[in-house]
């Protein structure tokens, strides 16, 4: 086995990695297919090293950057649309929704704190997205909306 061979990790992704003798280069491997030219991977991968930097640290904006991605959304959670502030019905109770600074692609996999990586998106959208990655905002939508309703979450105003 190749000593670059093993688990890639990139933020809290890990991804299989090896080298290709016949590509002469290193693959990703996904359903047990090398990704450079669709061959059968069979090798057991025992070590794991970090292809990402992990020195970026999640922050806490500044509430003049909370308020300018608010207002580049109208006062409107990304993904289910509804106002700030909103009041739902939840386990027997009413609550307030709050705003959450959102990233589109999860910190955990990017480490990207940048400002176009960044959203505004309710409480609830953001704990029902949690880490998972997206192709669109669009599905991101979809399945904050799925998630709602299986939980019986009914909106009031």
Known sequence: MNEKSGIAIYGSVGLKRVYCDYCKRMAFVIDGRKQCCDRKESTAIESCYKMSDSYSKRKH?????????????????????????????????????????????????????????????????????????????????????????QKGIEVLS
Not at 76 to 102: Q, V
Not at 103 to 118: A, I, K, T
């Open 61 to 149: 904006y500044s509430p003049a950057v909370v308020k300018k991605i608010i207002e580049k959304q109208n006062n409107l959670c990304l993904y289910c649309g509804n106002e700030f502030g909103y009041l739902y019905f939840r386990d027997n109770k009413i609550i307030k929704s709050t705003i959450h600074i959102d990233h589109l692609s999860p910190f955990s996999f990017s480490l990207d704190n940048g400002m176009g990586n960044l959203r505004a998106s309710c409480n609830l959208c953001n704990l029902f997205k949690t880490d998972k990655i997206f192709d669109s905002i669009g599905e991101v939508k979809e399945y904050v909306i799925k998630k709602r309703e």
